[in-house]
């Protein structure tokens, strides 16, 4: 059974950077598509990152340019780098795997399979 356990989260003023680290077990790493998302409460979950087992990244538009989701296969470890953080980007983050054979199709949100516990993110004026 493959678990996730994130890392990382915490508070940060506006403008300033966090790395979320995601833990695989169970499993290695590079078997999965994974992907990073975020909820608020009262809100759908939404998908931040997502990154392919052939290491294609997509990001949510809100995103582009201030975050950078990797992925250590040796480490079976998935990061997420998020700078020039925003007051919008406070949320409970979540990591999560796809178990896919496709490397390079991102997964849809309704193919991800397993779920991390989620770390709070939040962000400060």
């Known amino acids: 059974q493959v678990q996730l356990v994130e890392s990382g989260g915490g508070s940060v003023q506006a403008g300033g950077s966090l790395r979320l680290s995601c833990a695989v077990s169970?499993?290695?790493?590079?078997?999965?598509?994974m992907g990073w998302f975020r909820q608020v409460p009262g809100n759908e979950r939404e998908v931040v990152a997502s990154i392919t087992r052939g290491l294609i990244t997509t990001y949510a538009d809100s995103v582009k340019g201030r975050f950078t989701i990797s992925k250590d296969n040796a480490e079976s470890t998935l990061y997420l780098r998020m700078n020039s953080l925003k007051l919008e980007d406070t949320a409970i983050y979540y990591c999560?795997?796809?178990?896919?054979?496709?490397?390079?199709?991102?997964?849809?949100?309704?193919?991800?399979?397993?779920w991390g516990q989620g770390t709070q993110v939040t962000v400060s004026s």
């Open positions: 999560a795997a796809c178990p896919t054979t496709a490397f390079y199709r991102p997964c849809v949100p309704t193919e991800y399979q397993y």
């Open positions: 169970g499993a290695s790493a590079s078997s999965y598509s």
